[in-house]
């Protein structure tokens, strides 16, 4: 067995965004399969850990379309008071956009406030950390490096990290 959909879809999207996000090169074709995927598996929203992924596929694809109409969905579901886990579901997806198109400070903006609350849409905290990732991506290369090596010290102090040791290496002091 390969696992359950949420798990095949969410890793997935995971590793996609991270092998993006570190400056590499997705091979061509596996959005789509994702995409595909996550459509048949996952067609509407309100299953918060599986939408925040989904607003990190949409993104990364640049489909502005659907990440909009993801969005729009969540944050409706938000206000009917349908979604348990609240505004950091709709915010993820908005930052996941920001950062795929260069919005880095964007994407900060909307994260930085929500980062204590991203344990409300679960997953384990390894599978979350996409998010503080983006994160902290997004505070480097939009130049808020006090900000960054603060995020990183905390990380470095939870558990050793080479990429994190490596990361802050690379911080303009």
Not at 27 to 50: H, M, S
Not at 137 to 158: C, F, M, P, V
Request: aromatic share 6%; proline share 5%.
């Amino acid at each position: 067995s390969l696992g359950t959909p949420i798990n095949i879809m969410t890793d997935t999207v995971s590793l996609l965004w991270r092998i993006r996000t570190y400056g590499h090169e997705v091979p061509a074709g596996l959005w789509e399969t994702a995409r595909t995927y996550a459509d048949t598996k996952f067609p509407k929203p309100g299953l918060a850990f599986a939408d925040a992924h989904l607003g990190l596929l949409s993104a990364a694809m640049g489909d502005r379309i659907a990440a909009g109409e993801r969005i729009e969905a969540l944050t409706k579901l938000v206000e009917e008071g349908a979604m348990a886990a609240g505004p950091i579901v709709p915010a993820i997806c908005r930052a996941a956009l920001a950062f795929a198109e260069g919005d880095y400070a964007g994407c900060a903006r909307i994260l930085e406030p929500m980062a204590g609350d991203v344990a409300r849409i679960g997953g384990s905290g390894a599978q979350r950390e996409i998010i503080e990732d983006t994160l902290l991506l997004a505070l480097i290369r939009s130049g808020e490096a006090t900000k960054a090596r603060a995020l990183l010290d905390e990380r470095l102090h939870r558990r050793p990290s080479p990429r994190d040791t490596l990361w802050k290496s690379q911080i303009a002091a």
